[in-house]
């Protein structure tokens, strides 16, 4: 209980405040804790940051579904495009995503650690399904995890950087259409 608390805590205050400014004082002191409490179950703050982003990552990964029972790669594809963009269009992602860009240059150890909690898995994922097409000559032989790595910059670099406030934000409907034509022109490069 306390555990979530300190978590629920500080994902809010590093997700608001940024990185930087987030201080384990500060947490401890919003949770009605002191420092010590914090200290025994984090070594400090980037093993705390770490905890908050495996746990976010637990998260957003739990609703995934197992892409590869689709009857094609492009119901596959579709579906795995659905729920990364339900997931990285939220007000966590979004925030997560502002913090990382903001603060990776001065804490160059922050995109690793994103990596660590499970942020390479989509990536891990849809290369899986690019093997299995290859393996059955759905599409022909290709590096899929560089494959895998261009399907999630087409999904979500348009939408996410909208979202963001870097140009109108796309709308359910917009939504729906960036995503089935990310999946149909991605097919249509790797099938050539």
């Known amino acids: 209980m306390l555990e979530t608390t300190i978590l629920d805590t500080a994902t809010a205050a590093?997700?608001?405040?940024?990185?930087?400014?987030?201080s384990?004082?500060?947490?401890?002191?919003?949770?009605?804790?002191?420092?010590?409490?914090?200290?025994?179950?984090?070594?400090g703050k980037p093993a705390l940051f770490r905890a908050v982003l495996?746990?976010?990552?637990?998260?957003?990964?739990?609703?995934?579904?197992?892409?590869?029972?689709?009857?094609?790669l492009a119901e596959a594809l579709d579906e795995a495009a659905a729920r990364i963009l339900e997931v990285a269009l939220?007000?966590?992602a979004i925030a997560l995503n502002r913090l990382?860009?903001?603060?990776?240059?001065?804490?160059?150890?922050?995109p690793f650690m994103m990596r660590q909690a499970g942020a390479s898995q989509?990536?891990?994922?849809?290369?899986?399904?690019?093997?299995?097409?290859?393996?059955?000559?759905?599409?022909?032989?290709?590096?899929?995890?560089?494959?895998?790595?261009?399907f999630l910059h087409l999904v979500l670099?348009?939408?996410?950087?909208?979202?963001m406030g870097l140009g109108p934000a796309l709308d359910p409907a917009q939504i729906h259409l960036w995503r089935k034509s990310a999946v149909t022109l991605f097919l249509s490069g790797i099938k050539n």
């Open 14 to 22: 590093f997700l608001a405040e940024g990185y930087a400014a987030t």
């Open 54 to 72: 495996e746990r976010l990552m637990a998260k957003w990964l739990s609703g995934a579904g197992d892409w590869s029972a689709r009857e094609s």
């Open 24 to 43: 384990i004082e500060s947490i401890a002191r919003a949770c009605g804790i002191a420092k010590r409490t914090l200290y025994a179950r984090w070594s």
């Open 122 to 150: 989509g990536v891990a994922r849809i290369a899986a399904l690019l093997e299995q097409a290859v393996a059955s000559r759905a599409i022909p032989p290709l590096d899929t995890a560089f494959a895998a790595e261009q």
């Open 90 to 92: 939220t007000p966590e």
């Open 157 to 163: 670099a348009g939408p996410q950087r909208r979202a």
């Open 100 to 110: 990382l860009i903001a603060e990776s240059t001065r804490f160059p150890e922050l």
